[in-house]
């Protein structure tokens, strides 16, 4: 990839607070959900447990895992926060990068959002 291409994918998602729910095509409803939840099963589960709770098989020798059913660990967190961690990463996390089309990563925010316990 080139340095102007970089720059240009680099700009594209700098700002998630920018990205809010922005562009979102799913809402909250139930086959958006059952998407999010078989790449969840995927993707997130390994770490962040089946339940989101943080304690998946490779969660042991990490720190901070985000316990998802914890009402409070995603309240400050927009949508568009989310969207941008899970396309980019954080920390130890992997990014989905351009494996995932943004449809996916909108339905996984919106089943991360579910986890949590009312």
Same mark, same amino acid.
């Not at 400050?76 to 990068?97: A, V």
């Not at 996984?108 to 316990?117: F, G, H, I, T």
């Given at each position: 990839?080139?340095?102007?291409?970089?720059?240009?994918?680099?700009?594209?998602?700098?700002?998630?607070?920018?990205?809010?729910?922005?562009?979102?095509?799913?809402?909250?409803?139930?086959?958006?959900?059952? !998407?999010?939840?078989? %790449?969840?099963?995927?993707?997130?589960?390994?770490?962040?447990?089946?339940?989101?709770? =943080? +304690? $998946?098989? *490779?969660?042991?020798?990490?720190?901070?895992?985000?316990?998802?059913? !914890?009402?409070?660990? %995603?309240?400050?967190?927009?949508?568009?926060?989310?969207?941008?961690?899970?396309?980019? =990463? +954080? $920390?130890? *996390?992997?990014?989905?990068?351009?494996?995932?089309?943004?449809?996916?990563?909108?339905?996984?925010?919106?089943?991360?959002?579910?986890?949590?316990?009312?």
């Amino acid at each position: 990839m080139g340095a102007e291409t970089e720059r240009s994918a680099a700009r594209r998602i700098q700002n998630p607070a920018r990205s809010g729910r922005q562009g979102q095509s799913r809402q909250a409803r139930p086959e958006s959900l059952a !998407k999010g939840k078989k %790449l969840y099963g995927f993707d997130c589960a390994m770490c962040h447990g089946e339940s989101g709770d =943080g +304690k $998946g098989d *490779m969660a042991t020798d990490m720190k901070d895992v985000t316990d998802f059913t !914890k009402p409070d660990a %995603l309240k400050n967190r927009t949508d568009g926060e989310l969207f941008y961690i899970i396309r980019t =990463g +954080k $920390g130890e *996390m992997p990014p989905e990068g351009d494996r995932a089309k943004d449809d996916d990563i909108w339905n996984m925010v919106n089943y991360v959002r579910s986890l949590a316990k009312k």
